[in-house]
């Protein structure tokens, strides 16, 4: 089993960066893909970004140009720095390690002047 706890979200005004992190414990496997989600009030959880662990990412058409996914692998960790927020990335932000289903709980990120 993998346990998963994010931190870094917070309020930000528009056009703000915020970096969010995910450490991750437990069973971890050399190979393994890991994404950030996110779900907004009303609306279903979707992927922002994912990384393999031999480094390929991917990005939603919302999140390409403005965010950057990358890994600590020696401190377990995936961040997601977030640059030129909006309001609609206002949401919920999730990690999850694919290998063994498991889920952070939530950090919220809102975007508000």
């Known amino acids: 089993q993998v346990q998963l706890v994010e931190s870094g979200g917070g309020l930000v005004q528009p056009g703000g960066s915020l970096r969010l992190s995910c450490v991750a414990s437990?069973?971890?496997?050399?190979?393994?893909?890991m994404g950030w989600y996110r779900q907004a009030p009303g609306k279903q959880r979707e992927l922002v970004a994912s990384?393999?662990?031999?480094?390929?990412?991917n990005y939603s058409d919302s999140a390409k140009g403005r965010f950057t996914i990358s890994t600590n692998n020696a401190k377990n960790t995936v961040y997601l720095q977030m640059n030129s927020l909006k309001p609609e990335d206002t949401a919920v932000y999730y990690c999850?390690?694919?290998?063994?289903?498991?889920w952070g709980q939530g950090t919220q990120v809102t975007v508000s002047s």
């Open positions: 999850y390690h694919s290998d063994s289903g498991s």
């Open positions: 437990g069973s971890i496997f050399r190979f393994y893909i």
């Open positions: 990384i393999t662990s031999g480094g390929s990412t």
